[in-house]
């Protein structure tokens, strides 16, 4: 059989997670701003302007890694390879005989998996970055894995023209 291969690169693109952040990080570079424009005493000033370029170095930080996270999923003939970067260093690897079922399927990232990120047990884990649907897989040994996606249709056409699991 010719096996195609299904590709994937997924990014945190939801405005309202940009907006949250740029607010939690406002909030304490302008209480550090606040607190040394207020401040007399110059050895308390220094302290509070140290804290200052922390709250931007933390807030600055936090952007960069959103920023810089990826999702990546590889659907091939010998099996499914992802990576959320800068988390994982590797590519994870499942081989397709260590895997007994797989579905597109709906979910609810929060009350399923308690957000998005690498989350849940590592029984039961996810990787997704946003979005409601996913890629479930189930392995022989009885553990579970779902890959979020943004392209469920795709990766369904993909999964019943290429792939047949055996049990």
Known sequence: MNYSIFE????????????????????????????????KN?????????????????????????FWTTLRTKLDKDGVHVR???????????????????QVRNYNPLTEYGGWGIKGTKHDRAFNISGKQG???EFKDGNRLLIGT???????NWLSMNLVLTV
């Not at 997924?10 to 309202?16: A, C």
């Not at 110059?42 to 959103?66: E, G, K, R, T, W």
């Not at 943004?150 to 369904?156: D, L, R, S």
Request: proline share 2%; hydrophobic share 55%.
């Open 8 to 39: 994937e690169k997924q990014r945190f693109n939801q405005w309202w997670l940009w907006v949250l952040m740029i607010v939690v990080g406002i909030i304490p570079i302008g209480l550090q701003i606040y607190q040394i424009a207020t401040i």
């Open 42 to 66: 110059h050895l308390s000033n220094d302290s509070a302007m140290f804290s200052l370029i922390l709250a931007c170095f933390a807030a600055l930080l936090v952007f960069v890694l959103f």
């Open 84 to 102: 959320l970067s800068p988390f994982h260093i590797k590519w994870r690897y499942y081989a397709w005989s260590s895997i007994k079922s797989c």
């Open 135 to 137: 890629i479930q897989f």
């Open 150 to 156: 943004q392209k469920a249709k795709e990766v369904q």
